[in-house]
Nanobody
């Protein structure tokens, strides 16, 4: 059974940093993509970043570009999201998601069939 477990969320002041981790287990696939999405209260779930397991290609939503960095450790089946210069508008529940069949840039939540439980990130003074 596929399982995605996020960690690393919490409360941080504006301008601060957090690193989220997503450990994926229960699947074997030569080609896959892992993404981070977020959902703020009253808003749609939106893509933040994604990374391919093969060539490590990445993609970022425009509002986080230059502040967030996605990376992977294939040996540990773990994807990280380093979040710097955090702003109050980054406050949301962050989810990692897995597409087990394709390695590339996928930014539509409809293309992901496995999701973590979500973790809260709050940016506030």
């Amino acid at each position: 059974q596929v399982q995605l477990v996020e960690s690393g969320g919490g409360l941080v002041q504006p301008g601060g940093s957090l690193r989220l981790s997503c450990v994926a287990s229960g699947f074997t696939s030569e080609y896959y993509t892992i993404a981070w999405f977020r959902q703020a209260p009253g808003k749609e779930r939106e893509g933040v970043s994604c990374i391919s397991n093969t060539d490590g290609s990445t993609y970022y939503e425009s509002s986080v570009k230059g502040r967030f960095t996605i990376s992977r450790d294939n040996a540990k089946n773990t994807v990280y999201l380093q979040m710097n210069s955090l702003k109050p508008e980054d406050t949301a529940v962050y989810y990692c998601a897995l597409n087990r069949f394709y390695a590339g840039i996928i930014f539509s939540k409809a293309m992901y069939d496995n999701w973590g439980q979500g973790i809260q990130v709050t940016v506030s003074s």
